[in-house]
């Protein structure tokens, strides 16, 4: 079951938030419905593909990351910002940052893992980690991502 949260005078997002589009919490079990409701929220605020595709995969990567080494669930909001479709996705395991992710095509460099936040890396326009705070109610990190709309 996927929860809406609605998003209601006592919890409107920041001024600089953007158009919220789509937030979610999730599990293993929802990660297929979740990347359905992303391209179908991307299709519809105007990305074509192959870059909606490639937004999609990276959202999708993340969100299994987050269920596969932090814990089984997270949590994900879609916004609009500007000129930009940004989506952030944040979880309750033990946080990492962007150094861990390998510079090279993981394998190559002799790097086991980081292939998925690799790859999210290089097909998105913005990328961020973060570690997990209050507001996020979670702690853990929280990963950006964010491609242009044209």
Do not use: Y
């Not at 969100?63 to 596969?68: K, L, P, R, S, T």
């Amino acid at each position: 079951m996927v929860s809406h949260e609605p998003v209601g005078p006592s919890q409107s997002p920041p001024a600089d938030a953007g158009r919220r589009l789509l937030q979610r919490r999730f599990t293993a079990r929802l990660l297929p419905q979740l990347r359905l409701l992303v391209e179908e929220c991307a299709a519809r605020e105007g990305l074509g593909e192959p870059r909606r595709g490639e937004f999609v995969l990276a959202v999708d990567e993340i969100a299994g990351n987050a269920v596969e080494h932090a814990g089984g669930s997270g949590r994900l909001v879609l916004s609009r910002v500007g000129d930009e479709l940004e989506c952030r996705i944040s979880d309750a395991g033990p946080g990492f940052s962007e150094a861990v992710i390998p510079e090279l095509l993981p394998g190559l460099d002799g790097a086991p893992k980081g292939r998925g936040l690799w790859l999210a890396r290089l097909v998105t326009d913005r990328f961020a980690v973060a570690a997990g705070t209050a507001d996020t109610g979670l702690g853990g990190a929280v990963v950006t991502v964010a491609v242009r709309l044209p």
